[in-house]
Structure formats: C-alpha cells, structure tokens
C-alpha cells in the first residue's frame, strides 16, 4: 500500500514560527541574502541581486524590518523561512506582505509562514491582502489564491530596485474578522 503525501508535511510540521525581534536581524539577513541569491537566479541580474545584498547589509535594512511584524520559522533551532506583514494603502485597510523567504522551497515552509501572516493579519481586521514578488514567487502566491494585479518595480531603496509582480487577495467573508475595537 503507498501512502502519497504533500512535499514537505512532515518538515513542516517540525518548523517551529515565533515572532522576530532585533536579535534576530543578524540570521534574518544571511536568510534573505541566501533565499533570494539561490532561488532568483533565473529572474534577476547579478546586477540586481548585488544591489539587494548591499542593502541587506546596510544599516537601512534594519529599518525596513522594524517597520514590519516579521515571524520566522525555524527547524532544530536553524532559521530556515521568514515571513513579515504590515499595514499599508491610503486608508490603512491593506496588510501588506513585506517579505517570504524560505531556504528550502517546496517543503511546506512558506505556505506555513503565509498563513501565519495571513491569520495575524485577520487578527487584526485585515480582509484585503497585497504584495510584490519577484517572478519565481508568482506561482507560489497565486497557488495560495492571489491574484495578478500589475507589473513594475518594487523600490527597496535609492540603490535597489527589483522587477517584481504586484498580487492582491481578499479573504472570503465566512473567513473575515470584526476590526479590533479601538481604545478611548
């Protein structure tokens, strides 16, 4: 009798997803550097990934992840895939996803951290989800129901910017949270 299961169930049920906080940029930066450098390859200029690791080595860098909630997933203690989220749009009713990086693509990892972000998100009265991804990050998303918005270009900073593939998603209203009530 065989027994057929999805890639990676079993990975993914060891990954262990907490919330990240500053002790932890120094491992989120060799995650994305090396996410990003192995898995772009075929969509990216050397060009372009040189511009994205000099930022990922910048002191702006640090900035752009205190801005986000960021959550990593980590098996037997290593850092293997993050995921980070933020507010975003002109009236602050879009989550923007920041980041998805994982080391170890088709195990499971970032479907997990999506929908860890995705559920915060909900948490907090989110229905609409954005995000832009380079082109080898298009058919993961849209696997996990986000739809093509748009094409152009994402600026990360003056000296880095990537061709990237704008999504949206909108939650189901069955799976829709009441906005949290606000404090007077």
């Not at 997803?17 to 500053?22: A, F, T």
């Not at 990237?164 to 949270?177: A, E, G, I, N």
């Amino acid at each position: 009798m065989t027994c057929h299961r999805e890639p990676g169930t079993a990975l993914a049920k060891s990954l262990k997803v907490v919330q990240l906080g500053v002790d932890d940029f120094s491992a989120l930066r060799y995650l994305h550097a090396t996410a990003l450098k192995a898995h772009t390859a075929a969509v990216l200029s050397q060009a372009e990934v040189d511009a994205f690791i000099a930022l990922v080595r910048s002191a702006a860098y640090v900035d752009l992840l205190l801005k986000e909630e960021t959550y990593g997933g980590f098996l037997d203690g290593e850092l293997v895939g993050s995921a980070s989220w933020h507010a975003s749009g002109d009236n602050g009713r879009v989550a923007r996803i920041g980041s998805l990086f994982a080391l170890h693509p088709r195990f499971g990892i970032g479907r997990q951290l999506l929908a860890v972000i995705e559920a915060r998100a909900a948490d907090c009265g989110f229905s609409q989800f954005a995000t832009g991804v380079t082109a080898n990050a298009v058919p993961f998303f849209v696997r996990h129901g986000y739809r093509i918005a748009s094409r152009g270009t994402r600026i990360l900073s003056a000296e880095c910017g990537l061709p990237v593939t704008f999504l949206k998603k909108t939650l189901p209203r069955h799976l829709r949270h009441a906005p949290p009530a606000t404090l007077m």
